[in-house]
């Protein structure tokens, strides 16, 4: 006997919930278009050390949630966990330094193994962007910018805000770091284990932990403000001045570091309290050093990506899909007209249900709950005099039509 559940942490997208998720990405899609990002698809699995080695070995991703396997020939693959390290992957392969700078929009599954709660799955989606290239603050605004209004367009404007932070540039960081160490070096007694392991490896993620006991350290910590350079402070204070440019509301949290290792300078995230604990909806971050470290050309980057399941519970209604024209046949020998009045309606551009059986009264009733703008009703008497009649559903009002006037008739059903 087959386990008729599905696998733990993953959903069956029936049709309701396909259609909201269709509506945040296509909404994403239209939004990025409209800046000049364009779609790119990678594969769903990569080997392991795109991963792996860019993440960074402290990180939650890395250290508990990639469903890795060993592939039959022995190679170690791991379904990709996130978007931008197999962008990175894809821009070197293709070689694809000649054409910078590059807008790309991409959507799709992503895999963590974590534990299953609202708004935490093992499989869900994102849609993101990565903006490659530019390593100007005004970059950084454009893609921030970007999210705002694709959040905006989804109606979600008023409850969310949008939380922004520096890390500064490899100077700064290590001063900020240094500084770090040897406050929380204070804490050993009171820090989790994963935290000991990351103030030895990665000090900067322990300001990134879930642990209770961990935030309450956290919160004392001296701040990465303090220790920015001149020209990191700059760089933070161009961005700012760009992102009130185009009106986009902001709010400091020095506190705010990205679970990934790759980052640098800008860390972003668009939150709401809505959701409860997993308030996230949208976030990103500079990423100059990655695809160097990966082994391409020093290029910089920047960009975000938004969890598809989050915003889909978020946003009202997605747009009603179009009215169909019912076609109603009456009677076993006018299925066969039916069946190529249906054909020339669809190619003419309507909308077409038909049922497959069914007297009348069934038939209507079908109209009725696909919610058709109007019935092409097809009765035996009416088909020998080559008419058949057309029901507008809004007015109930009934028409007589010539079959050759059939497709004109309609057209206002479009
Ligand atoms: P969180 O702190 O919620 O674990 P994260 O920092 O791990 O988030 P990112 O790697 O930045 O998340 O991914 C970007 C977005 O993808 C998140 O803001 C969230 O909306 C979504 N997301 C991440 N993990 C999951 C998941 N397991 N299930 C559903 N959505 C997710
Ligand atoms: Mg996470």
């Not at 931008?84 to 910078?100: D, E, H, M, P, W």
């Not at 799709?108 to 193994?113: N, V």
């Amino acid at each position: 006997m087959v386990s008729l559940q599905p696998v733990r942490g993953t959903h069956d997208l029936l049709v309701d919930d396909k259609r909201r998720h269709v509506h945040v990405e296509e909404t994403a899609r239209a939004i990025a278009a409209r800046y000049g990002f364009e779609e790119i698809s990678t594969p769903i699995f990569e080997f392991t050390e795109v991963f792996a080695r860019t993440l960074g070995e402290t990180s939650d991703i890395v250290t508990k949630e990639m469903y890795t396997f060993d592939d039959k020939s022995g190679e170690s693959i791991t379904l990709r966990p996130e978007g931008t390290a197999g962008v990175a992957r894809a821009f070197i392969s293709g070689g694809l330094q000649q054409s910078l700078p590059l807008k790309l929009f991409y959507r799709g599954p992503m895999f963590r193994r974590e534990r299953p709660q609202k708004g935490r799955q093992r499989q869900f989606h994102q849609v993101g962007v990565e903006l490659l290239g530019p390593d100007k603050p005004m970059a950084d605004a454009e893609v921030i910018a970007m999210g705002a209004d694709f959040l905006a367009e989804l109606g979600l404007a008023g409850k969310i805000v949008c939380e922004i932070n520096t890390l500064g540039d490899t100077e700064s960081r290590n001063a900020y770091r240094d500084i770090l160490v040897g406050y929380f070096n204070d804490f050993h007694d009171r820090l989790s284990e994963d935290s000991l392991i990351r103030l030895k490896k990665n000090p900067l993620r322990v300001l990134d932990s879930k642990d209770e006991e961990d935030k309450a350290v956290v919160a004392g910590a001296p701040t990465m403000a303090d220790s920015l350079n001149d020209a990191s402070r700059r760089f933070f204070d161009d961005l700012l001045a760009s992102l009130e440019a185009v009106g986009v509301a902001y709010e400091i949290n020095h506190k705010l570091v990205r679970g990934l290792d790759y980052y640098c300078h800008t860390a972003f995230e668009f939150t709401t309290d809505a959701l409860g604990a997993q308030g996230t909806v949208l976030a990103g971050g500079r990423y100059d050093g990655l695809i160097k470290q990966m082994g391409g050309p020093p290029t910089a980057g920047v960009g975000w990506a938004a969890g598809v399941e989050r915003l889909a519970m978020l946003v009202d209604e997605p747009p009603a899909r179009p009215r169909p024209v019912a076609l109603v046949p009456v009677g076993a020998d006018t299925q066969d007209k039916a069946f190529t009045i249906a054909f020339e309606l669809r190619r003419a551009g309507l909308t077409v249900d038909m049922g497959y059986s069914g007297n009348l009264k069934k038939r209507m009733n079908r109209a009725n709950k696909v919610n058709a703008v109007a019935a092409v009703i097809l009765g035996s008497e009416e088909m020998e005099r080559g008419l058949a009649t057309v029901r507008d559903m809004e007015s109930g009002e009934q028409t007589e039509v010539p079959f050759s006037e059939l497709l004109p008739h309609m057209a206002r059903y479009r």
